[in-house]
């Protein structure tokens, strides 16, 4: 696939959004992530944009407050805009965030349909717009490999698979006989930690990546299950899935 068709069939993934209704757009979130993750040269624009970002730090950065309500707004660079919104993505189609939600919340409307075209307009228009920016130029060469060898990247080592695997299980374990931990806490832990086992089975980093941000999240701010996460983190650093 050259890289005008990819660039057309980016666009249509994004139009894809404008078609939807915040009440079903879930279902074109999880759609448009999974083609993204399965075309080579899209995720190549995205492996590239999240290379060295730190998705935690972008999302605080885009969000402000003042005394008239909340408001989130995306970079000025392509790269931590695509890196940020695809994580976005991510986290809505985890569940890690609710976006009817965030869209009603930081772009209020006398309608929901309203709260969310503005969303489209102000988050997804520009994404795509710097997605496929990305996408048409030379660099990074990832891209162009992509293209010529239509194959994806290299996927998660399985020795890397076993370590993580074995540690996840031990973090589940641990969160079942913690006493001391809310229930609620304790059920949205456990649910990421049974995510990420299964987007191990997938090897994608990318995924992988962003399913351990939403595990780090949720568990950051409490001392359970420490060394556990200690040593997964250990891992996906060495295998170069976080930096």
Not at 58 to 80: E, H, I
């Amino acid at each position: 696939m050259n890289t005008q068709n990819t660039i057309e069939q980016f666009q249509s993934m994004i139009a894809e959004f404008y078609k939807s209704r915040l009440i079903v757009v879930e279902v074109v979130i999880s759609s448009f992530l999974e083609r993204l993750v399965n075309t080579p040269a899209l995720y190549a624009v995205v492996e590239d944009a999240t290379r060295r970002a730190n998705y935690e730090a972008q999302y605080s950065r885009a969000v402000t407050r003042d005394s008239l309500g909340c408001y989130f707004t995306l970079p000025a660079n392509k790269r931590q805009t695509v890196s940020l919104v695809t994580g976005l993505l991510f986290d809505f189609d985890r569940y890690h965030l609710s976006i009817v939600e965030f869209v009603t919340k930081f772009f209020p409307s006398e309608t929901s349909h309203g709260s969310y075209l503005a969303f489209c307009d102000n988050v997804i228009k520009p994404y795509g717009e710097a997605f496929t920016a990305l996408l048409a130029e030379s660099e990074p060469q990832m891209i162009r490999v992509a293209e010529e060898n239509d194959a994806p990247l290299l996927p998660f080592a399985e020795k890397a698979k076993e370590d993580a695997d074995y540690w996840l299980k031990a973090l589940l374990d641990t969160l079942t006989g913690d006493n001391h931990l809310e229930e609620d806490l304790r059920r949205e832990a456990v649910t990421v930690v049974k995510g990420m086992l299964s987007v191990l089975e997938l090897g994608n980093p990318m995924l992988i990546k962003v399913v351990w941000i939403g595990l780090k999240h949720t568990l950051g701010t409490y001392s359970c299950g420490l060394r556990e996460l200690k040593e997964i983190e250990t891992i996906l650093r060495t295998y170069g899935v976080i930096e």
